[in-house]
C-alpha cells in the first residue's frame, strides 16, 4: 500500500503547490495578472511539474530497478524529492518569471523522452537477445547451432540443437501460406479496386478486414478443431500421406487465410495509387479491363506489390499461436505436406514456457533463435519499406 | 478546303470483319476478360467463405460453454457427520473435508433414486456417485462454512453433474462412445435420462462460465474465464495508461516539434519497424528486461501489461501522427498569428481536433493487444491461476492468466470437454473485441471532420 499512498500525496502535494503558486504570484502581482510575465496558471503548472514529475520518475525507475526495495524508504526519499521541487520552484515564482518558457520547455523535454522510448525498446530487444545468445554461444558451438540437421534438446546434456530443420519447417509454412494468400489477396484486391461497384466494396472491404482484427489465436484454434481434423480424414488418410491433424498444411492453409486481408488491403492501396491515366491511356487503345490490369496497371504496381509481400512473407514466419496449435513439434525435414513439422516460434516457446534454467544451452538456444528470427524479419520489413516508400514516391 | 476526295477504290484491303459479327480473336478476348473477372470475385468469395467457416465452427464449438448442466435434489445436511460436537463452532466445522460432503451429496442421491424408484440395470456405485461432479463437494462446504446453521437441515442444492453427462446433453458424448469411454458409462447417462425425466437435471445458462476461475484437469464443467477476463483488463488498464500518454506525446514531438536531422529519422524507421517485430520477439524482451533483469513477479499482469504497451505503442504512434497530420495547418498559423506559442497551438488547438482520430487509433491497437498470446506465453501466463488477483496496484502484481491463454491452456488438456470451454472463451473474447471495434467506428463516424 505504501506506494500508492505516495504516488497520492505526491499528487496532493503537486495540486497543493498549484493552488498556492498560483495565489501566491497573483497577491505579488497586487491581484492584477496584467503585471505578470505570463498568464497566471501557468505560474501553477510550473510548480506542480516540478513537484509531481521528478518523484514519480524517482518511485518508477527504483521499483522498476529494484522490485524489492524498502517501500518506505522509497516512500520517504520520492516525497522528499517532491517537497525540493515545490519548494526550489515555489522561490523561483515571481511576477517577473517567464513561467510560461519555463513550463513549455519541461512539456517539450517529457515529450523528447516519450519519443525516445520507441528507440529504447529497439534498443531492449536487441541487448537481452545479444547477451543471453552469447553465453549460449559460449557453451554450444555456433557452426553446430546454424548447420546443424538435427534438433533433440535434451535436459541433462548431450543435446542437438541444429537450426535447419526449424527453417526447413518455418520457410514450408510460409510458402503454403504465401501460396494460398498472394493469389486470393492480390485477386481481390483486382477486383475491389477494379470491378467491383461502390456499393459491393463498401460491403466486402470491410467483411475480409474482419480477418485481420481476429486474434491469432482463434485462427489457432480453428486450425487444431476443424482445419486439421478435416485435412486429415478428407486428404491424408484417403491419400495414404500420414493420419496427424497438426501438419503443415493445415497450419499453412490458415496461415493464407489470416494473410489474405493483409495482402489485399496492402495491394488494394498500392493499385489504387496508379494513375488513372495510364489505364485511361490502355481503354483508349481498344483494350479489354482485363488487359488494362495485367498488361498495364500491375506492372506499374508491380514494385509496391512485392513490397507487399515480402511483408506478408515476414509476418508468416514471426507468427506463432496457428503453428503452436496447427504443425506440430516434431523437428523433422520432410516434403509431404501432412506432416507434422515444427517452426523456429514454436521451438522458442516450447523452450522458454515451464520450468526454465538460464544456464542450461537448451534454455539459452530460445534467445539464439529469436535473434535469427528478428534479423531475419527485420530485413524483410525494411527492405519491403524501402520499397513501398519509393514506390509511392514514383507516382506522387 | 479541298475538293480532293478519297479514292473509294484505293481503300485498304477489305477485312474480313464486321461490326456485327464478333470475331475470333475478340471472342477469346472476352472470354478471358470474363475468366479474369470471375477468379477476382471467387477470390472474394473464398476469402469470405473462410470468414464465416471460421466463425461458425468457432461459434458451434463454443456455445455450449455458456449452457450447464445442473441437477437439483434435496440435501440433508447430517449433523452427526458435519458437526460431531454439536456446538456449531465455525472452527470445527472448517474441519470438515470435502470427501464428507462428497459422501453426504451421494446418500442424497441415492436417496432421491429409491424415493422416485429410478432402478437402472447393471448400474454400479461409482457410475452414481461419479455423476455428481468433483467440485460440486467443494461448493457445497464453502456454503455451509459461509452459514453454519445450515447444518442439521435439509436443503435443495444445486450441484453441477459430470462432464460427460454435461456433454452427453450438448451432442458431445452419445452412448456409444460412453460405452468406450471409463470416466463415465451407458448406465451413468440413463441415469441422468431419468432424473430429467424427473425434472431435476437440467441445462440452463451459465453464468459461472463468466465468473468462474480455471479449475483443474478433471473437471472441465468449473472452468470459467472470471480470472483471465480480469487479467485482460488489468494488462489492458497497463496499457491504457502508459501507452496512450506515451504514445500520444512520442508522436505530437515527431509530427509538430522535431528537428527533421538524422536522429528524428532513425527513430521513424525505428517505430516502423518495431510495428512489424514477431511479437513473441516482445516476449523475449519481456522476459529478459521485466522478469530476469528487474526481477518483476512471473505471470503478473503488470509484465504482461508492459509487454503489451511496448507492443501497441507503435500502432498508436502511427495512428496519432495521422489524425494530427490530418489537420489542416492553417489551424496551426490562425493560432500562431494571434500570438499562441507553438506549444499553445498545439495543446490548445491541433490536440483537441485530432482527438477523435487518437482514440480510434488506440481503441485499435488495446484491441490488438488484448488478442494477443504468444509474448504472454514467455512471461509465464500460462500457469494455472484458480486465485482471483487483488484490487489494482497490489492485484497488478499477483499471478493472474489471460482471455487468449486461458484458450491455449485449454486446447493443451486432455479432456475434450476443454474444447468446449476455449471456444466458449474465444466467443467471450470476440465479443470484447467486437464491443471495442464497435465504439471505434462510431467515435468515427460521429467526429470525423473532413476538412
Redesign the interface.
Same mark, same amino acid.
Given at each position: 500500500m505504501p506506494v500508492s499512498w505516495t504516488l497520492l500525496l505526491v499528487l496532493a502535494m503537486a495540486v497543493a503547490g498549484f493552488v498556492i503558486g498560483r495565489s501566491r504570484v497573483l497577491a505579488a502581482a497586487g491581484g492584477d495578472s496584467r503585471l505578470l510575465h505570463s498568464r497566471t496558471n501557468y505560474y501553477g503548472w510550473n510548480i506542480a511539474l516540478y513537484t509531481a514529475v521528478p518523484a514519480l520518475f524517482l518511485i518508477a525507475i527504483w521499483l522498476f530497478a529494484q522490485p524489492g526495495a524498502n517501500r518506505i524508504l522509497v516512500a520517504g526519499v520520492a516525497l522528499a524529492v517532491a517537497a525540493v521541487g515545490l519548494i526550489w520552484s515555489l522561490q523561483r515564482t515571481a511576477p517577473d518569471f517567464r513561467a510560461r518558457n519555463a513550463v513549455e520547455s519541461f512539456v517539450r523535454g517529457l515529450l523528447i523522452m516519450c519519443s525516445s522510448i520507441a528507440i529504447l525498446t529497439t534498443a531492449g530487444i536487441v541487448f537481452s537477445m545479444l547477451f543471453e545468445t552469447g553465453n549460449f554461444f559460449s557453451q554450444y558451438p555456433w557452426q553446430d547451432f546454424f548447420f546443424g540437421t538435427t534438433w533433440s534438446p535434451r535436459f541433462g546434456g548431450g543435446s542437438q540443437l541444429g537450426i535447419l530443420p526449424l527453417v526447413w519447417g518455418t520457410l514450408y509454412i510460409s510458402f503454403i501460406a504465401l501460396a494460398v494468400s498472394i493469389p486470393i489477396g492480390l485477386f481481390a484486391a483486382i477486383y475491389m479496386s477494379e470491378y467491383a461497384s461502390p456499393r459491393m466494396r463498401g460491403f466486402a472491404k470491410p467483411m475480409i478486414e474482419i480477418l485481420a482484427g481476429i486474434p491469432t489465436i482463434v485462427y489457432g484454434l480453428f486450425a487444431l478443431i476443424t482445419v486439421g481434423p478435416m485435412l486429415r480424414d478428407y486428404f491424408a488418410q484417403p491419400l495414404g500421406l500420414g493420419n496427424s491433424g497438426s501438419s503443415v498444411m493445415t497450419a499453412g492453409l490458415v496461415m493464407g487465410i489470416m494473410l489474405i486481408p493483409f495482402v489485399s488491403s496492402l495491394s488494394d492501396d498500392i493499385i489504387n495509387a496508379v494513375p488513372q491515366s495510364l489505364r485511361d491511356a490502355a481503354l483508349g487503345l481498344g483494350s479489354t479491363q482485363s488487359e488494362t490490369v495485367r498488361n498495364v496497371v500491375l506492372p506499374a504496381a508491380l514494385p509496391g506489390i512485392v513490397g507487399a509481400i515480402l511483408l506478408a512473407a515476414s509476418r508468416a514466419i514471426g507468427e506463432t499461436m496457428i503453428v503452436v496449435l496447427g504443425a506440430g513439434a516434431a523437428a523433422r525435414m520432410d516434403l509431404n505436406p501432412f506432416e507434422a513439422m515444427t517452426t523456429i516460434t514454436v521451438k522458442i516457446v516450447s523452450q522458454l514456457t515451464g520450468d526454465t534454467d538460464f544456464a542450461a544451452p537448451e534454455t539459452l538456444v530460445a534467445f539464439a533463435l529469436g535473434l535469427t528470427l528478428f534479423v531475419v524479419t527485420l530485413g524483410l520489413n525494411i527492405v519491403a519499406l524501402y520499397v513501398v516508400r519509393k514506390y509511392r514516391e514514383q507516382y506522387e | 478546303m479541298t475538293d480532293a476526295t478519297f479514292p473509294a477504290s484505293a481503300a485498304a484491303p477489305q477485312s474480313k470483319s464486321s461490326l456485327l459479327v464478333v470475331d475470333e480473336r475478340t471472342r477469346k478476348?472476352?472470354a478471358?476478360?470474363k475468366?479474369?473477372?470471375a477468379?477476382?470475385?471467387?477470390?472474394?468469395a473464398?476469402?469470405?467463405i473462410?470468414?464465416v467457416?471460421?466463425m461458425y465452427?468457432?461459434f458451434s464449438?463454443g456455445i455450449g460453454a455458456f449452457r450447464q448442466t445442473y441437477l437439483e435434489i434435496p440435501v440433508t445436511l447430517d449433523a452427526a457427520q458435519l458437526d460431531k460436537n454439536g456446538n456449531r463452532n465455525p472452527e470445527d466445522i472448517k474441519k470438515v473435508l470435502t470427501t464428507t460432503y462428497g459422501k453426504l451429496l451421494d446418500q442424497s442421491l441415492q436417496a432421491v433414486m429409491t424415493q422416485n424408484g429410478i432402478t437402472i440395470e447393471g448400474i454400479a456405485a461409482k457410475d452414481v456417485s461419479d455423476l455428481i461432479s468433483k467440485e460440486a463437494s467443494a461448493q457445497l462446504r464453502n456454503r455451509v462454512l459461509a452459514n453454519p446453521d445450515l447444518v442439521g437441515q435439509t436443503i435443495d442444492a444445486r450441484v453441477l453433474v459430470n462432464g460427460r453427462v454435461d456433454g452427453y446433453y450438448k451432442g458431445r458424448v452419445s452412448m456409444e462412445s460412453a460405452a468406450r469411454d471409463s470416466n463415465t458409462s451407458p448406465a451413468q447417462l440413463q441415469l441422468a435420462d431419468a432424473l430429467k425425466g424427473k425434472g431435476m437435471l437440467s441445462t440452463e445458462w451459465n453464468w459461472s462460465f463468466l465468473t468462474n476461475p480455471d479449475a483443474s484437469d478433471q473437471r472441465p464443467e468449473a472452468a470459467g474465464v472470471g480470472v483471465a477476463i480480469l487479467g485482460s483488463l488489468y494488462m489492458m488498464l497497463v496499457v491504457l495508461f502508459l501507452a496512450v500518454?506515451?504514445?500520444v506525446?512520442?508522436?505530437?514531438?515527431?509530427e509538430e =516539434? *522535431?528537428p527533421k536531422n538524422r536522429l528524428t529519422d532513425?527513430?521513424e524507421?525505428?517505430?516502423?519497424? #518495431?510495428a512489424?517485430? !514477431?511479437?513473441?520477439?516482445?516476449?523475449?524482451?519481456g522476459?529478459?528486461?521485466f522478469i530476469? =533483469? *528487474?526481477?518483476?513477479?512471473q505471470s503478473a499482469p503488470i509484465v504482461g501489461g508492459l509487454v503489451l504497451t #511496448?507492443m501497441t505503442? !507503435?500502432t498508436i504512434?502511427i495512428a496519432t501522427r495521422a489524425a494530427l497530420k490530418a489537420v489542416p495547418p492553417s489551424i496551426r498559423d490562425a493560432a500562431l498569428g494571434v500570438g499562441a506559442?507553438k506549444?499553445q497551438s498545439v495543446f490548445h488547438h491541433v490536440l483537441p481536433l485530432a482527438m477523435p482520430g487518437i482514440l480510434t487509433g488506440t481503441i485499435i491497437g488495446l484491441?490488438q493487444a488484448?488478442?494477443?498470446?504468444?509474448p504472454l506465453?514467455?512471461i509465464?501466463m500460462?500457469a494455472f491461476v484458480k486465485n482471483f488477483p487483488a484490487a489494482p496496484?497490489?492485484g497488478l502484481f499477483d499471478p493472474a492468466s489471460a482471455l487468449?491463454v486461458q484458450?491455449?491452456n485449454w486446447?493443451q488438456r486432455a479432456d475434450p470437454a476443454f474444447?468446449e470451454r476455449?471456444?466458449g472463451a474465444?466467443i467471450v473474447?470476440?465479443v470484447f473485441?467486437l464491443c471495442m471495434?464497435l465504439i471505434a467506428i462510431f467515435l468515427r463516424r460521429k467526429f470525423e471532420r473532413r476538412w
Open positions: - | 478476348r472476352n478471358a476478360e475468366r479474369f473477372r477468379y477476382g470475385l471467387s477470390a472474394i473464398i476469402a469470405l473462410a470468414l467457416v471460421l465452427s468457432i464449438d500518454p506515451i504514445g506525446a512520442a508522436s505530437i514531438y515527431l =516539434f *522535431a532513425i527513430i524507421v525505428n517505430i516502423s519497424n #518495431l512489424a517485430v !514477431p511479437s513473441i520477439v516482445f516476449g523475449i524482451l522476459l529478459a528486461a530476469n =533483469f *528487474a526481477g518483476l513477479p #511496448l505503442l !507503435p504512434i506559442s506549444m484491441a488484448l488478442g494477443e498470446t504468444a506465453l514467455l509465464g500460462v496496484m497490489e487468449p484458450v491455449y486446447t474444447m476455449a471456444s474465444i473474447l470476440l473485441l471495434n
